[in-house]
């Protein structure tokens, strides 16, 4: 299905409904033994915007990035009411009794969600699967939490080892509390503590506690992530995150630091995966609640983030304080290869050598990455030192439409521009503009500063990877009806240019 005519502005790779309105993915998991991972999703069927009733879309992938849609897989008992965000655990040993030996312990599925019911009330909720996870059948005893709130919601649930009890992490929303609460059937539930901090915003939304691999040890460490919405300091939604240590009770953060996920507008309602194989991997909402519902799609709106892999690792983030980080990865499985591309080494860019990868049958799939030196230390603040990676469109009526993304060495700052004058779309809100600071990430024998860039290209989104992963920034962009984007360019602003690169690779892809 889908219509035709938007499919211009379809991401391919990055998760879209067929058709209809999506938002937060919830019940990510992996099935182990089909090797197959599972997203659902808020999801209205019955328009391109949200509304009631509001459902649990689904869908399967292999890889990650190639994607089959599925039935709904849990639905309202009635059109005033939602299936609200929410969260999956594989019941390996059944502590719930909701399973028999036929059903193999890793498919043993259950869904902690909240219901939002025609008095706004909002309880948590559960369902199991007897068919890893394509159907669902609701609790007899539901709710298994009612506080009898209206802003009570997005349940995330994860086994604790540790403490040997499944755990829930849920917010009250507008009381700014997240709640932490222990169980060890998944049906009765003990409160334990509440956590706040962090940016306020005008509610909390979406939480999740995650245990994170700290890069080259054997140690982790717990992060606590949380969605505000609307009201976050780069302008509606937003993911923030704490880290720190949990013990099955409490959640105790190492600083009282609020550190951003991704610096771009649209990576709303982070959720990581239930029972992946090794590690930490999950994804977003590629969507922003200030312009979420009046982007120009209109038979279908939305798409997923891809899906990334999290560690940890002491970056700096001035010359002498190192912090704990969240460092982000996109999983580019191999299923995904290049149809042609520029790869050199050691270029030295002019303004009369540019680099150029033109793809006349283009699937709007791009990737590139740089790896650069800057070759000077100081420059008075008057200079001009930058260099652009270009996205454009084809030429259609004499006109290109163009996203781009560049290195200001004077001011060590990534910049990012996605300001086109679309006839279908303008927005005050759809902020075009956006700039992160970067400390290098590590100097040359010379001492010279060296930095690195990945980015993904998907038809109308981009994902940004600032200094191999230690700053994500994921954008959508909306080129004029029928354009996307057909080629990729570095240029360099100045004759002499200051760039090194020991390494660009400009790529057409293809899944
Ligand atoms: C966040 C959110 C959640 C809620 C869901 C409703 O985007 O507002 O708090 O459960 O969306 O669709």
Known sequence: MGNEESEYNRPLIHYTPEYGWLNDPNGLFFDKKEKLWHIYFQYNPNGSVWGLPLYWGHATSKDLVNWKHHDLAISPEKDDEGIFSGSIVIDHINTSGFFDDSIDPDQRVVAIYTNHDSNEKQTQEIAYSLDAGY?????????????????????????????????????????????????????????????????????????????????????????????????????????????????????????????????????????????????????????????????PTTER?????????????????????????????????????????????????????????????STGLFDFKLRFKIK???????????????????????????????????????YFNRAIKNKNFENEFFTDKLSTYMEPLSYDDNNLPVFELYGIVDRNIIELYFNDGAVAMTNTFFMNEGRYPHSIKLVVNNEDSKFEFEQVSLRHLTN
Not at 230 to 252: E, L, V
């Open 135 to 295: 159907t669902f059948t609701k609790y007899k005893a539901n709710p298994v939490i009612d506080l009898n709130l209206t802003q009570f919601r997005d349940p995330k649930v994860f086994w604790h080892k540790q403490s040997n009890q499944w755990i829930m992490i849920v917010v009250k929303s507008q009381d700014f509390k997240i709640q932490i609460y222990g169980s060890t059937n998944l049906k009765d539930w003990k409160f334990h503590s509440n956590f706040s901090s962090g940016f306020y915003g005008f509610q909390y939304e979406c939480p999740g506690l995650f245990e994170v691999p700290i890069e080259n040890s054997t140690k982790s460490k717990w992060v606590m992530v949380l969605a505000i919405n609307p009201g976050s300091p780069i302008g509606g939604s937003f993911n923030q995150y704490f880290i720190g240590d949990f013990d099955g009770y409490n959640f105790a953060p190492d600083d009282t630091q609020s550190r951003i996920m991704d610096i771009g507008k649209d990576f709303y309602a982070f959720q990581n995966f239930s029972d992946v194989e090794e590690g930490a991997i999950g994804l977003a909402w590629a969507s922003n609640w200030q312009y979420g519902n009046l982007v």
């Open 301 to 361: 709106r939305s798409s997923m983030s891809l899906a990334r892999r999290y560690t940890l690792k002491e970056i700096n983030i001035n010359p002498e304080t190192k912090i704990l980080s969240l460092i982000q990865r996109p999983i580019i499985p191999d299923s995904i290869t290049a149809v042609n591309s520029i790869v050199k080494t050691s270029f030295h860019p002019t303004i009369n050598n540019i680099l150029s990868l033109v793809a006349q049958d």
């Open 376 to 414: 000077e230390k100081r420059f008075s603040n008057q200079e001009k030192i930058t260099f652009d990676i270009l996205v454009q469109s084809q030429v259609q009526d004499n006109e290109i439409d163009t996203v781009k993304v560049g290195f200001d060495a004077v001011i060590s700052s990534y």
